[in-house]
C-alpha cells in the first residue's frame, strides 16, 4: 500500500520540507505546525536522547499533550518513502519504544491522557502496517507494540467516564477504537470492549452531532477532529470488509456539508470557539474519497503528502477522477447551531458574511453571541479574533474568549456573558432563535439575547446584499439611562482611515457609523500560540429607554443615501418606527432597504416608496434599467 505512494511524492518543496522536518525529529527537535495540530507551536525544542514523556515546554501542558501524540511519525514515514534512508525508520521504532518502556503500566500523567492515548493509538497502529510492508519490524518488535496497544485499549476503556459521551474526547477514542480493534483481533466480534465501543460511539454521535451537522461544541476545530476520526473509522473499517451502519455514513455526510458550508471563500475557517484560521481542502479531499462522491469537489485540488499518506492510492486516484462539482452551496443555514453562512458565489473571490447566536457550547465556547464577520471579494475585513491559549495563568485566553473580544454590542460595560476561567463561565445569555429568509441575492438574519438577570434584550437585524452591501441594526429595549459599546475587529491587514474607510490588498470597503468612535490598537490570535496586531473600531452611544444603531459596509464607489416612505397618502417622517437605506450601485442600478422596528399598530397599514407599495416589516427594492423588484423578507 504505501510503497505504490512513492510515484506520487514528486513535489521537490514539499518533499524538502518533509525531510527537513523528518531530520528535526531525527535530532530530537520537535515543533509542531501540522494543518489540524490542536495546539501548534512552531518554536523548535531540543530533547535529550531518553525522551521524558511529562516534560513540559513553552510554559504549556498542551506541548505535552501534542508530543504524545505522535504526529510527527507520519513525516517520518513519508521521509523514508522519499529517500529510502533508514534512519526515518529508525527513528520510528526507537521512539515508539522508548514511550513503551517508559509506561510498563498505563497511569493516569500528562503523557496518558486518554484523548492522546487514542490518536497515539491509531499512529502506532499505522506505523507496524508501515513498517511490516518494508520488512523492518521484527516479531519481537512487533510483539512488544501490540502488547502495550492491547494494554492502551484497555486503559481506555477502565477510564471511560460519562461526560465523555458529550465531548470530542470521547467520539475520538471510541471511533479509533471501532477499526483498531478489528485491525488486531480476528474474533472482534466477540471482543466486549469492540462491542461496547461500537453501541457507545453510534449513541454519541446522535447526541453530539446536531441535525444541522455541526457538532454541538461550538468550535469548528473540534468538529473537524471529531469528522476526520469518523472518516478514517469508515475507511479502515471498509478495508478490513466491514459492514458500517448508515447511521455512521449519514453523519459523516452532514458533518462535511456543514464543515463546507462554514469554509469561507479563500478555503480557511473562521476562528470560531477554539479554532485557528486553517486550510479545509484536506477534509474535503477525503470526504469526497472515502464517501465515494464529488460533492465537495469544487476545485482541481493537488493532494499533499500528508492526505496522500492517510488515502493511499486507490483513494487519491478515486479523488483524481471526480469531476468539479460547478454547484456548490452558497449557503449554510445552521439553525441547530445557531451559525449561519452566506457566499456570493462559489469562487475564492468571492464575500461572504458569518452570524452567530447559538448555544455555549462546550468549554470550547466562547462569548460570541450575534457576532458578525465579513469578507469582502475574498479578503477577510471583520473577524473573530481567536482563542492563542489554554492556559489559566494567561490573560489572553480569558479576554479572547469575552465578548469584548468579538463584533457585537456590550451594555453598561456589564457582559451578560462571562468567562472565568480557560473552560469555564459566570454567566451566560439567553440567544433567542435567529429568523433568517434568503431571496435571490438578498439575505435577512434577525436574532436577540436576553438578559434576564439585567433586565435588558438586544436585537440585533442583519441585511446582506450579494452586490456587497451590508445593513446591520442594532436594538437594545432597557428602561432608564444607558450607554452601549459595540465593536468590530478588523483583521491584522486591514487598515482604516480617518473616514471609516477600511482597506485591504486592493479591497476596499466603506463603513457608516452613528455615535462617538474611537479606533484602538489590540491583539487576536489566527493560530494557537501566536498574537497579530489589529485595529478594533468601538462605537459608543447614550440612550434612555430604548436604542437604535444603524451601521452600513459597503465596496468603495457604491453611494447610500437616507430615504423616507410614505404611509398611506403621506411622507412617514418617524424613523423610531422603520429606516430607509438607498445604495445607488451605478447609473442603472439602485437599492433601497426598508426595515421597520416595530409593529404598526396606529394609522394607514399600507406603505410605498416610488409608487411601489407594501406591506411588510423588512424588504428590499431592487431597481435596474427601470425595472423594480421587490424582495419581501418578513
Avoid at 468612535?517 to 429607554?545: A, G
Amino acid at each position: 500500500m504505501y510503497n505504490e505512494l512513492k510515484p506520487l511524492l514528486t513535489k521537490q518543496e514539499e518533499n524538502k520540507k518533509i525531510i527537513m522536518y523528518a531530520n528535526q525529529i531525527v535530532e530530537h527537535q520537535f515543533s509542531f505546525d501540522k494543518t489540524w495540530d490542536m495546539e501548534r507551536c512552531t518554536t523548535i525544542y531540543e530533547l535529550p536522547k531518553i525522551i521524558d514523556w511529562n516534560q513540559i515546554y513553552n510554559d504549556d501542558e498542551e506541548w505535552v499533550f501534542m508530543l504524545n501524540r505522535f504526529s510527527y511519525l507520519k513525516d517520518l514515514s513519508l521521509a523514508y518513502l522519499i529517500t529510502s534512508a533508514t534512519i526515518y525508520p529508525d527513528k520510528i521504532k526507537d521512539l515508539m519504544m522508548q514511550w513503551i518502556d517508559k509506561h510498563p503500566t498505563m497511569e493516569y500523567s500528562l503523557s496518558t491522557r486518554t484523548l492522546d492515548t487514542a490518536i497515539r493509538l491509531e499512529m502506532f497502529e499505522t506505523m507496524i502496517q508501515f513498517l511490516k510492508e518494508f520488512n523492518l519490524l521484527s516479531d519481537v518488535e512487533e510483539k512488544k507494540i501490540k502488547t502495550s496497544i492491547v494494554s492502551q485499549i484497555q486503559y481506555l476503556r477502565d477510564n471511560y467516564i460519562t461526560k465523555y459521551r458529550l465531548s470530542n474526547w470521547g467520539s475520538i477514542q471510541l471511533l479509533t477504537l471501532n477499526h483498531l480493534i478489528p485491525e488486531l483481533d480476528e474474533n472482534y466480534t466477540e471482543n466486549s470492549i469492540h462491542q461496547w465501543a461500537l453501541k457507545e460511539s453510534k449513541e454519541q454521535l446522535h447526541i453530539q452531532v446536531l441535525k444541522d451537522g455541526m457538532h454541538w461544541e461550538q468550535s469548528t476545530m473540534y468538529h473537524v477532529e471529531v469528522l476526520n476520526n469518523l472518516l478514517t473509522m469508515i475507511q479502515k473499517n471498509r478495508t478490513q470488509q466491514i459492514e458500517i451502519e448508515y447511521s455512521y455514513i449519514d453523519t459523516a455526510m452532514k458533518m462535511v456539508d456543514a464543515l463546507f458550508g462554514l469554509t469561507l471563500p479563500q478555503g480557511v475557517i473562521e476562528t470560531f470557539g477554539d479554532s485557528d484560521r486553517t486550510m479545509t481542502k484536506d477534509v474535503f479531499i477525503k470526504a469526497c474519497s472515502i464517501l465515494n462522491t464529488n460533492k465537495w469537489k469544487k476545485e482541481e485540488w493537488d493532494i499533499d503528502a500528508d492526505t496522500l499518506f492517510d488515502l493511499g492510492l486507490d483513494l487519491a486516484l478515486r479523488f483524481k477522477s471526480f469531476e468539479v462539482n460547478h454547484n456548490t452551496p452558497v449557503l449554510f443555514d445552521g439553525h441547530d447551531a445557531g451559525i449561519y453562512v452566506v457566499k456570493n458565489s462559489t469562487k475564492p473571490n468571492a464575500s461572504s458574511t458569518m452570524f452567530i447566536n447559538g448555544s455555549l457550547g462546550s468549554g470550547h465556547g466562547h462569548s460570541d453571541n450575534l457576532h458578525l464577520s465579513l469578507s469582502l471579494n475574498g479578503i477577510p475585513f471583520l473577524i473573530d479574533s481567536g482563542r492563542y491559549t489554554y492556559r489559566e495563568d494567561h490573560k489572553e485566553r480569558i479576554r479572547l474568549k469575552s465578548m469584548e473580544a468579538h463584533n457585537i454590542v456590550l451594555v453598561d460595560d456589564l457582559p451578560h456573558s462571562i468567562p472565568d476561567g480557560s473552560w469555564t463561565n459566570e454567566s451566560f445569555c439567553r440567544p433567542l432563535k435567529t429568523f433568517v429568509n434568503h431571496s435571490d441575492e438578498v439575505h435577512y438574519y434577525e436574532s436577540g439575547i436576553l438578559c434576564l438577570d439585567k433586565g435588558y434584550t438586544v436585537l440585533r437585524k442583519l441585511v446582506v446584499l450579494d452586490i456587497n452591501i451590508w445593513l446591520l441594526v442594532d436594538e437594545v429595549i432597557y428602561a432608564g439611562k444607558h450607554h452601549t459599546k459595540t465593536f468590530y475587529h478588523l483583521d491584522p491587514d486591514v487598515s482604516v482611515d480617518q473616514n471609516y474607510l477600511l482597506s485591504s490588498h486592493d479591497e476596499y470597503l466603506q463603513m457608516n457609523i452613528n455615535g462617538d468612535t474611537s479606533i484602538k490598537e489590540s491583539v487576536c490570535s489566527l493560530r494557537y500560540n501566536e498574537l497579530s496586531k489589529q485595529k478594533v473600531i468601538e462605537v459608543t452611544h447614550q440612550f434612555e429607554n430604548h436604542l437604535i444603531n444603524l451601521t452600513d459596509f459597503y465596496q468603495k464607489g457604491i453611494k447610500v443615501e437616507d430615504v423616507f416612505i410614505q404611509q398611506g397618502d403621506k411622507i412617514c417622517n418617524d424613523h423610531s418606527l422603520y429606516c430607509a437605506k438607498k445604495y445607488i450601485v451605478n447609473e442603472d442600478e439602485t437599492v433601497v432597504v426598508i426595515l421597520f422596528h416595530k409593529e404598526i399598530y396606529k394609522g394607514s397599514k399600507i406603505f410605498s416608496y416610488e409608487g411601489c407599495s407594501f406591506h411588510a416589516q423588512s424588504l428590499v427594492i431592487k431597481t435596474k434599467a427601470g425595472v423594480k423588484e421587490v424582495h419581501v423578507l418578513k
